[in-house]
């Protein structure tokens, strides 16, 4: 540690830090625009120079390493002199454009000029014009004569996103930030440039012109879009949602939050918001009270527990929906005698049913930490952007990671070894990384490895696994949406044992612990499917049917011969299905709780009220409850419910985890790599069709990333079919087909295609694993 004195006040930092660290730890504030703790130094805008003894000149902070006993003035003449002096030269450029830029109010250089910039500009000649540029619908590049070129977009595009989207071309007063020749910014982590950008260079689209920063109220919030329980900064006006920023966790989210988490509030004022129950009388949709609506929906309920018995009767929820509507929903369906409550709308394989809990099996603070991993079936950019994130500064930091899948995506991080298998080997790959795992480790290959062979791939992996002090073995969505999901498992979690890894689960969802917390799943051996087997009455809570479970072809015909559909949703959906439509709140209308992929339970509030009729889910199961006779349903708050789960106060994240678990009692058992013979489908859910709200967002409906799904093939099917790039194919599985663009994949395994699931272009089709034909359309 070395001593240091800031402005008459002594304090300690570690050897290798920066002037501006200490400043930070004693409170001391430097002006400052290029520096950013989470970003590298880049000591380019030269705003936070300072005054130290026995230097000729002022010196930056921000770059400026500290020295035993060294004397730092921030406030005396000298310093601010300088301060005042590279005020005025970032001001020489700077239009005169405050009354209307986005960034009033909340601007660092207008901020800083108050305090450091002249009354009067000495500057006569003619300010410099930087052309706009379009970089997407998400970001406006519109007024770039802004810009003071601190690079912080540019280093944040590098260093966190790892896609260097902007750069700096130019010198002197010709220096502008722009994109590479027209492209535009299609990082799903693009919004945090808005943030970092301390001038109104790079403005939100979306908010552009909406708002002004002094009318908004602050609500705090959780992301339900995935797993991470993102801390959100909600920004209300006038009853209606008009931002949303991070809210700075370091434990979760850092300071960073996803596009999707960013600007999927678009979709709260979508033209499709349900606002009041509706019937379905004589085919024609009549809009009714709420009691009429419940009542309907109970009397429908008795009915078919009558005529067909409890076990025809099911409730789906998505795991976006809070830990007190999946409570609730578990006890109507349960009250009623029936075990059909489900979830996990996209699994298929329920072998570990109650014997395996999912989570990430170690805090987020330390899935950062890790320095080997293993990352089997995860669409990782995408499912996980800010996981992602964490692991792309690990590799940085030396660390190592392998991955195991059917495509061979860009992780915008240096992969050390990966195995590019179709679906149904990769239990075979895993049998190999076990085959060599025991081989290094001199140690009996569990009955019936004798005869197995590592490539030389998984040999590497294996030794990879073997070095290092912090590892993981992690389980991704496709993984668990695999059909043979707990072979995968069991395999994995030899590996894990084996090479001293922790085995983690990459969670689907906001709230897919918590949804096992509240036992929203069926009892012990009762798990099949969803649709699989018809039920005469469906509850979907959140759920899109057509697009949120693993077969759209099972969904359609399973709701088409019920008796009794009822949908609960903040959107108007299944009317050509359902007999009854109740609007319910989404996240921001609604209290509840979020229980992330670490076990970190997180309790929110409503940001604004709910629009017209609709109702909290939580409020509309209660009635239910009340209405079908049922006990225990006298909540009057949301906290009483979480209550009844959690307990009386919320338990810490270490409290939590302890009640989950990712250790089977299942035999391994190998399996070797066979020729399939046909061509196999893999399916993966684009970013921004996860889930209801994310799909209704204008802006994000525009964006690279959502453009409708394409049939990806690899180059020998592509040939032997006499197809490239741009032409049309027909995709046809079980019932179905689709008509898609074709897109060639060169590093596609031979006997795989890549159809995404979750939108309405491949909601003809069926499994998302399993076979498929592809000819020319």
């Known amino acids: 540690m070395v001593e240091i004195e800031i402005d008459g006040k002594k304090v300690e930092v570690q050897e290798g830090s920066m002037v501006m660290d200490a400043a930070n730890k004693l409170g001391t504030y430097i002006p400052h625009f290029c520096y950013h703790k989470k970003l590298s130094i880049a000591a380019n805008c030269r705003m936070c120079l300072v005054d130290v003894e026995k230097a000729p000149k002022p010196l930056p902070a921000c770059a400026t390493p500290v020295s035993a006993g060294m004397i730092v003035r921030t406030a005396s003449d000298k310093a601010v002199k300088a301060q005042q002096g590279v005020m005025e030269f970032l001001l020489i450029n700077h239009p005169l454009d405050c009354p209307i830029c986005d960034q009033g109010g909340e601007c660092q250089l207008q901020d800083l000029a108050v305090g450091y910039g002249g009354s009067t500009s000495r500057y006569e000649e003619e300010k410099r014009v930087v052309t706009p540029k379009d970089v997407g619908p998400l970001i406006s590049?519109?007024?770039?004569?802004?810009?003071?070129?601190?690079?912080?977009?540019?280093?944040?595009?590098?260093?966190?996103?790892?896609?260097?989207?902007?750069?700096?071309?130019?010198?002197?007063?010709?220096?502008?930030?722009?994109?590479?020749?027209?492209?535009?910014?299609?990082?799903?982590?693009?919004?945090?440039?808005?943030?970092?950008?301390?001038?109104?260079?790079?403005?939100?689209?979306?908010?552009?012109?909406?708002?002004?920063?002094?009318?908004?109220?602050?609500?705090?919030?959780?992301?339900?879009?995935?797993?991470?329980?993102?801390?959100?900064?909600?920004?209300?006006?006038?009853?209606?949602?008009?931002?949303?920023?991070?809210?700075?966790?370091?434990?979760?989210?850092?300071?960073?939050?996803?596009?999707?988490?960013?600007?999927?509030?678009?979709?709260?004022?979508?033209?499709?918001?349900?606002?009041?129950?509706?019937?379905?009388?004589?085919?024609?949709?009549?809009?009714?009270?709420?009691?009429t609506a419940l009542e309907y929906v109970a009397h429908g309920l008795r009915n078919i527990k009558h005529e067909h018995g409890a076990d025809a009767i099911a409730a789906l929820a998505t795991p976006t929906s809070t830990l007190e509507e999946m409570n609730l929903l578990q006890k109507v369906v349960r009250g009623i005698g029936s075990e059909n409550i489900e979830f996990r709308l996209r699994q298929t394989d329920f072998t570990l049913d109650h014997q395996v809990t999912p989570w990430l099996g170690m805090s987020i603070t330390e899935f950062g930490q890790l320095d080997r991993a293993l990352v089997i079936g995860s669409f990782l950019r995408k499912d996980h952007p800010l996981l992602a994130a964490r692991l792309r500064q690990s590799v940085k930091n030396g660390g190592h990671v392998n991955v195991l899948h059917a495509t061979d995506d860009d992780l915008l991080m240096p992969i050390a070894n990966k195995l590019v298998r179709a679906p149904s080997d990769w239990l075979a790959a895993l049998g190999e990384i076990v085959a060599a795992v025991a081989a290094l480790k001199n140690v009996t290959a569990p009955a019936g490895f004798e005869a197995v062979v590592a490539t030389e791939a998984a040999q590497k992996i294996a030794v990879s696994l073997m070095s290092g002090t912090a590892k993981a073995i992690l389980l991704g969505n496709a993984a668990s949406q695999h059909p043979q999901a707990s072979q995968l498992h069991v395999a994995a979690q030899w590996i894990a044992q084996h090479t001293e890894s922790k085995l983690a689960y990459l969670t689907e969802g906001g709230n897919t612990v918590g949804a096992y917390l509240a036992n929203a799943i069926p009892a012990a051996g009762k798990a099949q499917p969803v649709f699989g087997v018809a039920r005469k009455a469906y509850l979907l809570l959140n759920v899109e049917p057509e697009l949120d479970s693993s077969n759209p072809q099972a969904a359609r015909t399973a709701l088409k011969q019920a008796e009794m559909v009822v949908v609960m949703s903040p959107y108007r959906h299944g009317e050509e299905y359902a007999d009854v439509l109740l609007p319910i709140a989404p996240f921001t209308e609604t209290s509840g709780t979020f229980v992330n992929c670490e076990g970190r339970a997180q309790s929110f509030n409503g940001t604004v009220k709910p629009l017209g009729e609709t109702r909290p889910a939580w409020k509309v199961l209660r009635?239910?409850?009340?209405?079908?006779?049922?006990?225990?349903?006298?909540?009057?708050?949301?906290?009483?419910?979480?209550?009844?789960?959690?307990?009386?106060?919320?338990?810490?994240?270490?409290?939590?985890?302890?009640?989950?678990?990712?250790?089977?009692?299942?035999?391994?058992?190998?399996?070797?790599?066979?020729?399939?013979?046909?061509?196999?489908?893999?399916?993966?859910?684009?970013?921004?069709?996860?889930?209801?709200?994310?799909?209704?967002?204008?802006?994000?409906?525009?964006?690279?990333?959502?453009?409708?799904?394409?049939?990806?093939?690899?180059?020998?099917?592509?040939?032997?079919?006499?197809?490239?790039?741009?032409?049309?194919?027909?995709?046809?599985?079980?019932?179905?087909?689709?008509?898609?663009?074709?897109?060639?994949?060169?590093?596609?395994?031979?006997?795989?295609?890549?159809?995404?699931?979750?939108?309405?272009?491949?909601?003809?089709?069926?499994?998302?694993?399993?076979?498929?034909?592809?000819?020319?359309?």
């Open 141 to 291: 590049m519109k007024e770039m004569n802004r810009c003071i070129h601190c690079t912080r977009c540019v280093r944040f595009g590098q260093e966190v996103a790892g896609v260097m989207e902007l750069g700096m071309l130019g010198r002197g007063e010709h220096a502008e930030i722009t994109t590479f020749v027209g492209n535009t910014v299609d990082s799903e982590l693009s919004g945090n440039m808005i943030d970092l950008c301390p001038v109104g260079a790079l403005t939100s689209k979306p908010f552009r012109y909406s708002a002004r920063t002094w009318e908004l109220s602050r609500r705090k919030s959780v992301s339900p879009h995935d797993g991470m329980g993102t801390n959100l900064t909600v920004q209300v006006k006038g009853g209606k949602v008009m931002r949303v920023l991070p809210l700075e966790n370091d434990d979760v989210n850092e300071c960073w939050i996803s596009d999707k988490d960013r600007f999927s509030y678009e979709a709260l004022d979508s033209e499709q918001r349900l606002t009041a129950p509706m019937l379905k009388q004589d085919g024609v949709w009549r809009t009714v009270d709420w009691q």
């Open 623 to 777: 009635v239910l409850g009340n209405l079908l006779g049922l006990p225990n349903f006298d909540y009057e708050t949301s906290e009483s419910i979480r209550a009844e789960v959690l307990g009386a106060t919320i338990p810490s994240q270490a409290e939590l985890s302890a009640r989950l678990n990712n250790t089977a009692s299942l035999v391994l058992t190998p399996a070797f790599a066979m020729d399939a013979g046909g061509l196999e489908r893999i399916a993966d859910v684009p970013i921004y069709f996860t889930d209801a709200i994310v799909r209704r967002a204008p802006s994000l409906q525009q964006t690279t990333d959502a453009r409708p799904p394409r049939a990806w093939l690899p180059a020998a099917l592509a040939k032997q079919l006499a197809v490239s790039t741009g032409d049309l194919v027909k995709v046809t599985q079980g019932q179905g087909s689709s008509v898609l663009t074709a897109e060639v994949d060169t590093r596609l395994p031979a006997n795989v295609v890549r159809i995404a699931a979750a939108h309405t272009a491949t909601a003809a089709l069926g499994s998302m694993f399993g076979t498929i034909m592809v000819e020319k359309a």
